[in-house]
């Protein structure tokens, strides 16, 4: 219904204006009509008391809902559950943790990032995940600290014993030296390549053999270094060996590129 006024003539008192029964019929109809809207707006399931909206129906929700592609809008902050407030671009709580959590199987994705169970992930193909503090921060694991500054090549991360990491020097940290092992099944007086190096690249090489013929009971380990000229001749010589038999010694000779230990 259109909203009804009243007329009230153009001065006091001119007799122009509307008789005390149509003003009177003009006031219940508006009166009708917000009452009768009003009371069914809250009858039917939201409540209105002083600054709160509550619902009257058990267990239903309350929608906010804007039309078209309006948004819902509040101002300064939103408070939740006594708990969580939203203010600006901040979610923070009281004293609780702050829990996101996807529904069934899906992941919580952030930025690209995403986070499933106990998983950190990237959801762009073959990019890099990297944690990196601000400032002079510092990034923790189980509570371990990690650092910050890469000091150098060759070296190795070590605890000082209140989990914070380091890097330090080591000795069996090489350069230009590779630590290889390798191993190989003999029948017979048959031969076998356990290893090979670059001579282009390496001068020499060390080995620690352990040899074992369980068959005869014969056990072994010899060290030997090999080493060669760079025009194709190989040296070695064996200088420890334990065993539990008596054989030759290898002592020092020359051997052919190729050439196998014997």
Do not use: W
Not at 9 to 30: E, L, P, Y
Not at 142 to 153: A, I, T, Y
Not at 170 to 190: C, K, M, Q
């Amino acid at each position: 219904m259109t909203q009804e006024t009243l007329n009230v003539g153009i001065t006091a008192n001119d007799g122009t204006g509307d008789t005390f029964r149509v003003a009177g019929q003009k006031i219940n109809n508006n009166f009708e009509e917000l009452y009768t809207d009003f009371t069914s707006l809250l009858s039917d399931g939201i409540g209105f008391n002083r600054n709160n909206i509550f619902g009257k129906r058990s267990n239903e929700n309350i929608n906010l809902v804007p039309a078209g592609t309006g948004q819902i809008s509040v101002q300064n902050s939103l408070l939740i559950d006594n708990t969580i407030e939203l203010k600006d671009n901040k979610i923070s709580t009281s004293s609780d943790d702050i829990e996101l959590t996807a529904n069934g199987s899906g992941s919580l994705r952030i930025n690209s990032v995403d986070v499933k169970q106990n998983q950190i992930s990237t959801s762009i193909s073959n990019s890099d995940l990297e944690l990196s503090s601000n400032g002079t921060g510092k990034v923790f694991i189980n509570r371990f600290e990690l650092p910050s500054v890469d000091n150098g090549l060759i070296q190795a991360v070590k605890t000082d014993g209140s989990r914070v990491l380091g890097f330090v020097d080591i000795d069996y940290l090489f350069d230009h030296t590779v630590l290889e092992d390798g191993t190989a099944t003999l029948s017979s007086s048959s031969a076998a390549n356990v290893d090979t190096f670059d001579s282009t690249v390496y001068r020499s090489t060390r080995y620690v053999l352990s040899i074992a013929d369980a068959t005869n009971s014969r056990y072994e380990i010899t060290e030997v270094v090999v080493t060669h000229d760079g025009s194709g001749s190989a040296y070695m010589n064996q200088y420890v060996n334990i065993t539990n038999h008596t054989q030759r010694g290898l002592g020092q000779r020359k051997a052919k590129s190729g050439a196998c230990i014997e």
